[in-house]
């Protein structure tokens, strides 16, 4: 069984930064594709960032210039740096990662930006 375990959330104020992690654990798997999504309040889930096992990403656009995936293959965890942090980007985000085991999600982490 693949088990996530995020971390890096909190309190921010506009114009901060954070970096969520999220690792990957449990035996006999492989990693493929690790994504980024947020759930705002009152809002559906986004898709915010991926990043595939060569290494190539993309971003919302509402993300684009702010957000950075990247991934630690040997230790299979993905980090979301975020600057520049707006109101907006308040929301629980959560990992998800594809594996050779299936589809695995984090449990979430707040991230709340506020003055």
């Known amino acids: 069984q693949v088990q996530l375990v995020e971390s890096g959330g909190g309190l921010v104020q506009p114009g901060g930064s954070l970096r969520l992690s999220c690792a990957a654990s449990?035996?006999?798997?492989?990693?493929?594709?690790m994504t980024w999504h947020r759930r705002a309040p009152g809002k559906q889930r986004e898709l915010v960032a991926t990043?595939?096992?060569?290494?190539?990403?993309s971003y919302a656009d509402s993300v684009k210039g702010r957000f950075t995936i990247s991934r630690d293959s040997a230790k299979n965890t993905v980090y979301l740096q975020m600057n520049s942090l707006k109101p907006e980007d308040t929301a629980v985000y959560y990992c998800?990662?594809?594996?050779?085991?299936?589809?695995?999600w984090g449990q979430g982490t707040q991230v709340t930006v506020s003055s």
């Open positions: 998800y990662v594809s594996t050779t085991r299936g589809g695995v």
């Open positions: 449990g035996s006999g798997f492989r990693v493929d594709v």
């Open positions: 990043i595939t096992t060569g290494g190539s990403t």
